[in-house]
């Protein structure tokens, strides 16, 4: 396959979860202090299946384009969190534990689920300039994050999404 069809792929695949960050972004569950919403499974899943860059587009960009459309806020928190989150799953995945893949995709998620909690956390309490806030929010944070750290993994490794991925990039 040439280098710019592989290309194509990439940013095709980027995008799609990108859109689908934004999608799982723009509703969410009504909870004290906020919403919950479900954009971390795309972000998860995207994570482990993309390299380091396009987790962070995808994490990142994702997540700040999301909230631009929908509330501007905190955009700026979903940016640096989130991104950061991808990267890092990203990088156990497909760098540091390359030969225990599976293994790193755990440890990544589960990585990504403290730095997503302590990264929103800590912006919240920035932004809207109390600590209380988020910490009304953070038993929510804390299940965002767990679901979708527990759905990605299954989804990439138990239905195949990851070899189904890989086949399509060859």
Known sequence: MTQTAT???R???AGFFMA???????FGVPVPGGHFYLCDVAICTAAILLGPVDAFIVGGVGS???DLFFYPLPMFVSLATHGIQAVVISLFVHKWMKKSEPAGAIIGVAV?????????SLGRAFVYSTPEYAIIKLPY???QAGVGAVAAVPL???FRLK???ERSMD
């Open 11 to 13: 940013i095709t695949f």
């Open 163 to 165: 070899k189904i991925f």
């Open 156 to 158: 990439c490794y138990k």
């Open 64 to 66: 700040f384009l999301g």
């Open 7 to 9: 290309m194509t792929k």
């Open 20 to 26: 689908l960050n934004i999608a799982l972004s723009s």
């Open 141 to 143: 944070e804390i299940l």
């Open 112 to 120: 990504g689920a403290v730095i997503m909690v302590i990264g929103y």
